[in-house]
């Protein structure tokens, strides 16, 4: 089957205005991670859904990020009021928890996002 | 505590020799070390990981050495090929009481192998 999707693959957008950034993960898997990889930098967790469990979300830079899981699939991260700063590549994973500590997280190709 | 240092940031290494990449951990929680490799324009890819318990791990030309003691482990590519230019990342993660497995990644090595 195909792997996880992103959409758009690139957005530019004014400083101020809200994104909303989508994940396709693939399907049959429960956990859905995102993460943001800035230039030159390791990838920062943001948030984590796991079947029906409330979301992890210690990795949330601000209140202006938000994100929700439809359904157990289809997840939106939406920044609002973007900065500058919020210029990076936004990465979703998607994985099959069978055991724990059993599990591969299987990324998108992300979605870059620059903020003029 | 939480943070896993990497070097070097940029590595050229020649056509059929050995790529070596370090990582240092602090946190002894740390239950699963990764690496993820890289290519432009797509998602980081799972290559190879390794548990505490053992020191290590080789699949194909790659292997991972790890020493606990040091709260170090390596990624090593033997017989390093272009088509291995990309950038990687090593991490860490301890799984969680619900299966979720908190990566924490170090900062990236690119990667260049040389015809």
């Known amino acids: 089957g195909a792997g996880v999707s992103q959409s758009p693959s690139n957005k530019v957008t004014e400083k101020g205005k809200d994104v909303e950034l989508r994940c396709d993960p693939i399907?049959?898997?429960?956990?859905l991670y995102w993460y943001r990889q800035s230039l030159g930098q390791g990838l920062e967790f943001l948030i984590y859904f796991q079947g029906n469990s409330a979301p992890d979300k210690s990795g949330l830079p601000s209140d202006r990020f938000s994100a929700e899981r439809t359904g157990g699939s289809v997840s939106t991260l939406t920044i609002q009021r973007t900065q500058q700063e919020d210029s990076a590549v936004y990465l979703c994973?998607?994985?099959?928890?069978?055991?724990?500590?059993?599990?591969?997280?299987?990324f998108g190709p992300g979605t870059r996002l620059l903020v003029l | 505590q939480q943070q896993v240092k990497q070097s070097p940031q940029s590595l050229i290494v020649q056509k059929g020799g050995i790529s070596i990449i370090n990582c240092a951990y602090e946190n002894t929680a740390f239950d699963y070390f990764p690496w993820y490799q890289q290519f432009p324009g797509k998602g980081p890819a799972l290559l190879i990981a390794?548990?505490?318990?053992?020191s290590e791990k080789k699949e194909g030309r790659f292997t991972i050495s790890f020493n606990k003691s040091a709260k170090q482990f390596s990624l090593h590519i033997m017989d390093s090929q272009p088509g291995d230019s990309a950038t990687y990342f090593c991490a860490a993660s301890i799984t969680m009481g619900t299966g979720f497995q908190k990566l924490v990644f170090g900062t990236g090595t690119r990667l260049l192998v040389s015809p």
């Open positions: 390794i548990r505490p318990d053992v």
């Open positions: 994973a998607s994985s099959l928890v069978l055991l724990a500590g059993l599990e591969t997280q299987y």
């Open positions: 399907s049959g898997h429960t956990a």
